[in-house]
């Protein structure tokens, strides 16, 4: 990396929220030097990654956050899933996944972004050859040698890669002329912690209303994380009832698989939308996470897309380091054509599965009910369909990147 006229450097980021860093830290191992631009202090409270949320992570995620120096960070403040139990309020149908009938330890784990955070920045602190700039990006230009990103503080930061990781909002997407298209699903997610009278035995549960998915999270403590969508009055509401009033409206609506519900934390709420950028890449840019794909979190696959994003674009970028040396180029054209081709399956699979899930589960109409009701119990006798859908929430269909395999990104000699 060098000064003079802006900062230089192979890879610029700009976004440095949970997948902008994973990514960071998957190119340490790589002779590339690295910028991150973000402008929210880790520690605000207006930081909108590493928030009060909690992730539930795919398998295929720990072991990439595995090999990218992250896990050893969160491994104690992880909680495992071992069930998945699907039902729908009102009907008697009902799905179950296990680890063990998946002949695996966890099906997944659940960590507070916080928490994640804080393991990501830790990580990230370590790598020489990564720069980290309080700024917001605003603008891009061809220059000379890549591209300039303009930000908010006035210095240009000219890259061979610019990575947009800036949220679904991404500014930067936008000043690369990539068109987004974006779905109000005129739903807000509620989150808030919650103590229950009965342990949750490390199962996660998802559970369909007439209003929307209730996802329930084992986390640290025997608590449970709650991602309750609402319409969006139904959810301004729920964010100004006293506590008594909300827990008893969130059991009548969830149920007593937990007993009672005997205490709940602060809750905030998240407009849900599915927006997808049209392109993955522009001449010497990628689009990545939620600035290429904003889910709805139905089914907890945002994160662990964006982390498989990451983990193929650092594969590509170290296999043509390790083949073209000093002349490899992060940004060449052939390199992002593989990385957009090699993710289009993955994304648009993910995007389909999401999508279908809430839209086939949020019509209130009693016939479509039982009919989901057996297909629920048909899932639930279907073993090879739920080893499927447990490879899918799991992360592990499809092609997968060395890191998801739990490969190290570069083969060691
Ligand atoms: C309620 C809820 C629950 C969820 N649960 C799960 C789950 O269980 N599992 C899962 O896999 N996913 C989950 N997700 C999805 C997951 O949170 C997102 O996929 C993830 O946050 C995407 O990370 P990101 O870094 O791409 O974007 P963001 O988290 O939006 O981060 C973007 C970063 O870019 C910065 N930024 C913004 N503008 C600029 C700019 N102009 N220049 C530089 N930086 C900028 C921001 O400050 C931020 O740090 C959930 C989402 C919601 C809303």
Not at 104 to 128: F, S, V
Not at 213 to 220: M, T, Y
Not at 255 to 262: A, D, E, F, P
């Amino acid at each position: 990396m060098s000064a003079g006229a802006g900062i230089h450097c192979d890879v610029a980021i700009a976004g440095g929220g949970m997948v902008g860093l994973s990514l960071a830290a998957a190119l340490a191992p790589l002779p590339l030097a690295v910028v991150v631009i973000e402008p929210v202090a880790p520690d605000a409270s207006s930081q909108p990654s590493f928030d009060a949320r909690t992730t539930a992570l795919s398998a295929g995620s720990r072991r990439v956050l595995e090999g990218i120096g992250v896990w050893d960070g969160i491994r104690a403040a992880a909680t495992p899933i071992r069930r998945i139990h699907v039902s729908e309020r009102g009907s008697f149908g009902f799905a179950r996944l296990t680890a063990e009938e998946q002949g695996i330890a966890a099906l997944g784990y659940t960590i507070e972004n916080r928490l994640l955070g804080r393991a990501l920045r830790e990580r990230c602190a370590r790598i020489d050859r990564l720069t980290l700039v309080a700024a917001r990006a605003q603008g891009v230009a061809a220059d000379a040698t890549g591209l300039r990103l303009a930000t908010d503080r006035g210095d240009g930061i000219v890259a061979r890669l610019v990575v947009a990781a800036d949220g679904a909002e991404s500014a930067v997407r936008r000043a690369l002329g990539i068109a987004a298209t974006s779905s109000d699903y005129g739903q807000h997610a509620v989150i808030a912690h919650v103590d229950t009278e009965r342990f949750h035995d490390y199962t996660a549960y998802e559970r369909f209303t007439p209003q929307g998915p209730i996802a329930v999270l084992p986390i640290g403590e025997g608590r449970s994380a709650v991602v309750w969508t609402l319409a969006p009055e139904a959810a301004e509401r729920a964010l100004g009832l006293d506590d008594q009033t909300f827990i008893a409206e969130l059991q009548q609506a969830f149920g007593s698989r937990l007993g009672r519900i005997t205490r709940v934390g602060r809750r905030q709420a998240y407009p849900l939308s599915l927006t997808r950028s049209e392109r993955l890449t522009a001449a010497r840019a990628v689009v990545l996470g939620n600035a290429a794909q904003g889910l709805h979190p139905v089914a907890g696959q945002g994160f662990n897309l964006g982390l498989r994003d990451v983990a193929a674009l650092a594969e590509l970028l170290a296999e043509d380091c390790a083949a073209r040396g000093a002349a490899a180029d992060p940004g060449s054209a052939p390199l992002l054509e593989r990385y957009a081709a090699w993710r289009q399956p993955d994304r648009e699979a993910v995007i389909r599965f999401t999508d279908s899930l809430v839209r086939g589960f949020g019509m209130p109409l009693a016939p479509l009910r039982a009919l989901r009701a057996t297909g629920l119990l048909a899932f639930d006798l279907l073993r090879p369909v739920k080893h499927e859908f447990a490879r899918r929430t799991m992360g592990l269909a499809g092609r997968q990147p060395r890191l998801v395999r739990g490969l190290p990104l570069v083969a060691r000699a």
